[in-house]
């Protein structure tokens, strides 16, 4: 699976960005896709998946509210509307994919080791 992450960029606290995570050579509804970050100095941690089949959303209690995942299975991309963006917020994002059974998805999506395909990051910085 080749994913490409993009859409980062410097915005103002209290603004929005967009992220999109593009797939090839899969199809991307057959995979569980989940958005992870890694702000400097911190461990990765994931904030939001979305699963296979159902569309199930997951997020993490961080970003509940401001951020909502989905996916446009004509595009085979999945997104990432950011909203209501705070400085903690700025970190190296990346897009994950794996087929995870969707009645484990909760459970799984938080840990990093549960996704074997990765985007590169793309670079979000909240700053006034």
């Known amino acids: 699976v080749q994913l490409q992450a993009s859409g980062g960029g410097l915005v103002q606290p209290g603004g929005s960005l967009r992220l999109s995570c593009a797939a090839s050579g899969v199809i991307l509804d057959y995979y569980a896709i989940a958005w992870f970050r890694q702000a400097p100095g911190k461990e990765r941690e994931g904030i939001a998946c979305i699963s296979s089949s159902d569309g199930s959303t997951y997020y993490a209690d961080s970003v509940k509210g401001r951020f909502t995942i989905s996916k446009d299975v004509a595009k085979n991309t999945v997104y990432l509307q950011m909203n209501s963006l705070k400085p903690e917020d700025t970190a190296v994002y990346y897009c994950?994919?794996?087929?995870?059974?969707?009645?484990?998805?909760?459970?799984?999506?938080?840990?990093?080791?549960?996704?074997?395909?990765w985007g590169q990051g793309t670079q979000v910085t909240v700053s006034s």
């Open positions: 994950a994919a794996e087929i995870l059974p969707t009645t484990a998805v909760g459970s799984l999506w938080l840990s990093e080791e549960s996704f074997r395909s």
